[in-house]
């Protein structure tokens, strides 16, 4: 593990927003399986792991298959739609600005969270994917994360296990309260003013050291 201190960031609706493209993915799920998936129902609570979601949809026997034919179809489907959220370009620049590193650690599975990253030229010094709430935790403290930003509820259990302040950003499915309740050390309403935090958490009076 390098010295240099990190800035770990989840990756669905914290840095980026796959709804559109994860919406046409459960779409053509339900048409290729004939097994109703509400996509927009789904989308509406990204943050645990697919198979969490897919479970409330298909039989226990089934959801494996499903797995594999989802993953099949958001390769697909599901990679271009998905843009930036407001705030995420900068941030990522104002963290290599501050001389830190940037970690992405998410419950995607990490060949198509890589995807994602590589389409918006977003590049992270590292990536551990399939990973949800305290099973983050290891890879925060492997990769030398000083703080943790996510949307859910889940990624301030993360830094909570990790020893590292949680920064939650009310972009995805949990609200400030929620967010705050979990423990966060810093809420924002997005990305856009995450710059400023950084520069009094890492360089200023409030630093971390």
């Known amino acids: 593990m390098t010295d240099v201190p990190a800035v770990g960031f989840d990756l669905d609706m914290t840095l980026i927003d796959s709804r559109p493209g994860i919406r046409e993915a459960y779409l053509a799920l339900t048409a290729e399986t004939g097994v109703f998936v509400d996509a927009d129902l789904a989308v509406s609570r990204l943050g645990p792991p697919l198979r969490t979601e897919l479970r ?29 959220t407001p705030g995420a370009v900068e941030t990522l620049e ?7 590193r940037i970690v992405v650690v998410t419950s995607k599975l990490g060949r198509l969270a890589r995807l994602h990253l590589d389409h918006l030229g977003m590049h992270p010094d590292e990536l551990a994917g399939d990973l949800f709430a305290e099973g983050k935790a290891t890879a925060l403290v492997e990769h030398g994360v000083r703080w943790y930003v996510g949307d859910h509820v889940a990624d301030m259990v993360a830094a909570r296990t990790a020893g590292v302040p949680g920064i939650g950003v009310a972009t995805g499915p949990c609200s400030e309260a929620e967010l705050r309740d979990a423990g966060a050390a810093h809420i924002l309403p997005d990305l856009t003013v995450f710059p400023t935090l950084l520069s009094e958490i890492a360089v200023g009076p409030r630093a971390i050291r």
């Open 94 to 100: 104002a963290v290599r600005a501050a001389g830190l």
């Open 56 to 84: 409330y949809w298909f039989p226990e026997e089934q959801v494996e298959e499903a797995v594999t034919a989802y993953r099949a179809l958001y390769e697909e489907l599901a990679i271009t739609p998905s843009l930036p």
